[in-house]
């Protein structure tokens, strides 16, 4: 069994910062692929960013050039650095793994992330 725990979620106000940390256990198995995705009231979840195993990185277009995603194999630890924050970014966002050959998914609890304007 795979288990996620996030955290650094928060309050900013616009333009801040925050950085969300992800860290999973259990049975990983590589290749997969690490990713944060985010839910706003009233919305679907959608993905913000994915890293591979092998860091290959991808962006959702509303995030590009303000967040990072990052990971540390070794730590099997996935991070999300958040920049020039937007009220629009406010959302619970959720850590999610993906085991590539066993195509088995797993999620994360979910951290707050709120920007004041």
């Known amino acids: 069994q795979v288990q996620l725990v996030e955290s650094g979620g928060g309050l900013v106000q616009a333009g801040g910062s925050l950085r969300l940390s992800c860290a999973a256990s259990?049975?990983?198995?590589?290749?997969?692929?690490m990713g944060w995705y985010r839910q706003a009231p009233g919305k679907q979840r959608e993905l913000v960013a994915a890293i591979t195993s092998g860091a290959i990185s991808s962006y959702a277009d509303s995030v590009k050039g303000r967040f990072t995603i990052s990971r540390d194999n070794a730590k099997n630890t996935v991070y999300l650095q958040m920049n020039s924050l937007k009220p629009e970014d406010t959302a619970v966002y959720y850590c999610?793994?993906?085991?590539?050959?066993?195509?088995?998914?797993?999620w994360g609890q979910g951290t707050q992330v709120t920007v004041s304007s």
């Open positions: 999610s793994l993906t085991l590539t050959l066993r195509n088995d998914n797993y």
């Open positions: 259990g049975s990983i198995f590589r290749p997969n692929t």
